[in-house]
């Protein structure tokens, strides 16, 4: 359902044109399927939050099982889904959530506030000039998860 309130993007030409065209706003771009359980509970948080960020946020959904987005899956190194990346002004954007991954939030929020929680901070951090903001939520409302390096 979730899907048909908000932007699904498939083509990579679709995320290099949303991530340059959103000006002065936090473009949330949530990687994952639309299959994926996790998924379809981060999607109705967002989709319900949409409108609540809509003053200084955006959110789309990027499907990860094009073979187009598969340049964005390996830069961003989407390993975990949902994976949800944030920009500002076209700059991709970092939050310290206390784990070793600065890039993305890997997970679903648990409530609509958290996730507004993390936008607004991250969109006050943009407007000050800041790439990397401190997650305004606290830890035991991240989720955890394990680093596992091959071949290093």
Not at 70 to 79: C, E, G, N, W
Not at 88 to 107: I, L, S
């Amino acid at each position: 359902m979730s899907c048909y309130l908000l932007t699904v993007l498939t083509k990579k030409q679709e995320v290099d044109a949303i991530i340059r065209d959103t000006i002065d706003k936090v473009l949330v771009l949530r990687f994952g399927r639309a299959s994926d359980p996790v998924c379809l509970q981060l999607d109705d948080v967002l989709s319900k939050s949409a409108r609540e960020v809509s003053k200084f946020g955006s959110v789309a959904l990027v499907d990860i099982d094009s073979n187009e987005i598969q340049v964005y899956v390996k830069y961003f190194d989407i390993t975990f889904i949902p994976s949800t990346v944030f920009f500002f002004n076209a700059h991709h954007m970092k939050m310290d959530f206390g784990t070793a991954d600065h890039t993305k939030w890997v997970g679903a929020f648990h409530k609509k506030q958290d996730f507004i929680d993390v936008v607004e901070a991250i969109y006050r951090g943009a407007m000050k000039g800041k790439l990397i903001v401190s997650c305004p939520l606290p830890p035991e409302r991240i989720p955890k998860y394990q680093l596992l390096y091959k071949d290093v």
